[in-house]
C-alpha cells in the first residue's frame, strides 16, 4: 500500500500479513506512517495504490462503516467522539444500527463490557466532562461491543496508568485467544514485549525490520526503530531547589457541573529548580488542578500565590504574562487549533509575551519562532506553514511542548508530556524539561507513566478523587507508596503549607 501527501510519501510500498489471533506490533518513530497505513486498513484513507486482501479476497474498503460491517475496528490515537453527547449515545452512533437496540438494553451492555474488562465508565456522562483516560476507555469499550475479528489499536495505552495497561494486555491477550486479530502501535516497548506476537517496523514510510518481540529486548526494538546512534538518558541528577515560585493553600473549587471533581483543600507548593511529579488515575481531578493553575477556574476558598502576591483571580492572559506556561493533556482539543498553521500556532500562546508590537504581530518574528522549535525538537514538519493536523500526533505534541518551553517559563504545567511520541523524541523532552529546570524554572508534571515521574520528578506525590497526597521526596517514595497515594491510602496532609 502507498499513501502520499503534499511533500511527503507517508507509505511507501508497505506490506504487512496479519494471522488470525495473531496480536502484530506496528512500530515507528513518530511520522513513520504507522497511522496512516492502520487508517488505509480501516478504511479512513483511501491509498493511492496497493491491495488489499481480507481473509484471502481482494476488498476495496469504502469506509469506516464498510471495515465494521467486515469485522474490523480501530481505536484512534485522537479521540472520535462527540463531546456533546453521553457515553451511550456516542456508542450508539458508531455501531451498526441492527447492534444497537433499545438504549436501555445498549446502556447495560456498555456496563457489562465494562464490567467484564475492567474499563469502568459511567455510560450517561457526557463526553465532554470525561477525563482523557476515560474517553479511551469509551473508545475500546465500543469496539468490544461488536463481533470482531480485527482490533486495530493506535496508542491505546498512552494515557492509561500501569495497572489499567497491564489489565488491557491481559483483555487483548484473551481477545487473541478467541481468534481476534490485533494490530498494536504502541511506543511503550515493554508492552509491545509482553504482548506482541511480531512486529513490523516502520520508518520514513517504509517497512525497514521485522522481529518477534517475545526474543528482542525494548533496547534491540528501539534500535531497529531508530538506529543505532539512539543514546538515551535514564537518569538525571537532582534538582536545585530554590525559593517558592507558586503556592495553592488550602484551596477548593467546587465543582461546576456534576461530573467535575470537586479538589479540595490543595496544598502544593513549587519551587524554583524543581519537578514536581503528580501521579493518579485520570479523572481524579488532574483537570480541574490543571485549569486552576492556568487560570480557567476560580478557587472556591483558599489562595493561589506567586512570589508577586495572591493570583486566584488573575486572567490566563495575566497569568501567562507572569511567566505561567501549560501543557494540556489534549493536543488536538486544548494544545492547538488544527486548521492553523504552526506559526499561528505558536502565536496562540507566545503571544502574550512574544511575537506582537503595538497590536501587530511581527510575523517573521513568528514564523522564525515556529522554524526555531521545528529544528529543535526534530519535529518532522516541512515548515512553519504546515497546519496542524498534517503532523503525526507525536510530531505535534512534540511542536507543543516545544512552544511552552521555548518561552522561558518561571513555571510550567506538563499534562502528559510525551503522550505518543517514540522512545528517542521522549527522552528529548525529557532532557529539555530538565534543561528548563536547571535554569531554575519549577515545574509541575502530571502523568500516568509512572517510570516517566520517577526519571524526572525531585519530589513525587499523587491525586485521588480531587485530594492530594503528601509530597516526598524521591528517594523517599515507592512504586508501592505511590500506588497506595493514587488509590487515596493517605491521611490529610498540613505539612504542605509552605509559606
Ligand atoms: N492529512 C495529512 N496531510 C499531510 N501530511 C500528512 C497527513 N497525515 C499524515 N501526514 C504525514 O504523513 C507522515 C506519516 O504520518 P503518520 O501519522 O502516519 O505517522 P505515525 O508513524 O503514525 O506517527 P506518530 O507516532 O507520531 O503517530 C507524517 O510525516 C505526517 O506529517
Excluded at 248 to 263: A, N, Q, R
Excluded at 379 to 387: L, N, Q
Excluded at 416 to 430: C, E
Amino acid at each position: 500500500m502507498s499513501k502520499s501527501y503534499p511533500g511527503c510519501i507517508a507509505n511507501d510500498s508497505v506490506s504487512l500479513k496479519v494471522a488470525p489471533g495473531e496480536v502484530h506490533a506496528i512500530l515507528g518513530e513518530n511520522g513513520a506512517g504507522k497511522s496512516t497505513l492502520m487508517k488505509m486498513i480501516y478504511g479512513v484513507v483511501k491509498p493511492d495504490s496497493g491491495q488489499m486482501l481480507w481473509n484471502n479476497r481482494e476488498v476495496v474498503i469504502e469506509g469506516p462503516a464498510h471495515a465494521r460491517k467486515l469485522g474490523m475496528g480501530m481505536v484512534f490515537q485522537h479521540f472520535s467522539l462527540f463531546e456533546t453527547l453521553t457515553v451511550v449515545e456516542n456508542i450508539a452512533l458508531y455501531l451498526d444500527p441492527q447492534d444497537v437496540g433499545d438504549m436501555a438494553s445498549l446502556r447495560q451492555r456498555i456496563i457489562d463490557v465494562g464490567i467484564e474488562y475492567g474499563l469502568d465508565v459511567n455510560p450517561d456522562r457526557c463526553v465532554a466532562t470525561l477525563s482523557v483516560g476515560e474517553q479511551q476507555r469509551v473508545e475500546i469499550i465500543r469496539c468490544l461491543l461488536q463481533d470482531i475479528q480485527l482490533l486495530i489499536l493506535d496508542e491505546p495505552t498512552a494515557v492509561l496508568t500501569p495497572a489499567e495497561a497491564e489489565h488491557l494486555i491481559v483483555v487483548l491477550k484473551q481477545l487473541a485467544s478467541k481468534g481476534c486479530s490485533i494490530l498494536f502501535i504502541s511506543h511503550k516497548l515493554h508492552e509491545v514485549n509482553a504482548l506482541c506476537d511480531r512486529a513490523t517496523v516502520l520508518r520514513a514510510g517504509k517497512v525497514t525490520g521485522s522481529c518477534v518481540p517475545r526474543n528482542s529486548s525494548p533496547s534491540d526494538m528501539a534500535k531497529l526503530m531508530l538506529g543505532d546512534e539512539l543514546e538515551l538518558k535514564h537518569d538525571f541528577a537532582a534538582g536545585k531547589r530554590g525559593e517558592m515560585a507558586l503556592a495553592l493553600k488550602g484551596v477548593e473549587v467546587e465543582p461546576s457541573d456534576t461530573f467535575s471533581i470537586h479538589l479540595r483543600d490543595i496544598n502544593l507548593t513549587l519551587n524554583a529548580g524543581e519537578i514536581v511529579g503528580l501521579a493518579g488515575v485520570a479523572g481524579n481531578g488532574q483537570d480541574e488542578l490543571v485549569d486552576l493553575i492556568n487560570g480557567e477556574l476560580t478557587p472556591t476558598s483558599g489562595d493561589i500565590r506567586v512570589p508577586l502576591g495572591e493570583i486566584g483571580n488573575t486572567s490566563v492572559q495575566a497569568r501567562r504574562r507572569m511567566g505561567l506556561a501549560v501543557v494540556p493533556a489534549d493536543r488536538i482539543a486544548r494544545g492547538s487549533v488544527a486548521t492553523m498553521n504552526l506559526s499561528e500556532n505558536n502565536l496562540l500562546t507566545g503571544c502574550v509575551n512574544h511575537g506582537v508590537r503595538g497590536g501587530l504581530i511581527d510575523w517573521k518574528f513568528v514564523k522564525q519562532r515556529a522554524q526555531d522549535i521545528i529544528k529543535r525538537y526534530a519535529v518532522k514538519a516541512i515548515g512553519p506553514d504546515d497546519i496542524a493536523s498534517s503532523l503525526s500526533g507525536g510530531n505535534l505534541q512534540k511542536f507543543i511542548i516545544g512552544r511552552e518551553v521555548e518561552q522561558s517559563p518561571n513555571i510550567l504545567v506538563c499534562f502528559h508530556p510525551t503522550w505518543g511520541v517514540d522512545v528517542g523524541a521522549a527522552n528529548l523532552i525529557h532532557q529539555q524539561l530538565i534543561a528548563l529546570r536547571d535554569q531554575g524554572a519549577a515545574i509541575l508534571v502530571l502523568s500516568e507513566d509512572l517510570d516517566e515521574l520517577f526519571l524526572l520528578s525531585d519530589r513525587l506525590g499523587a491525586l485521588c478523587a480531587g485530594r492530594l497526597s503528601p509530597l516526598e521526596n524521591k528517594s523517599k517514595v515507592s512504586l508501592e507508596q505511590l500506588g497506595q497515594w493514587m488509590a487515596g491510602s493517605f491521611e490529610h496532609q498540613e505539612n504542605q503549607h509552605a509559606y
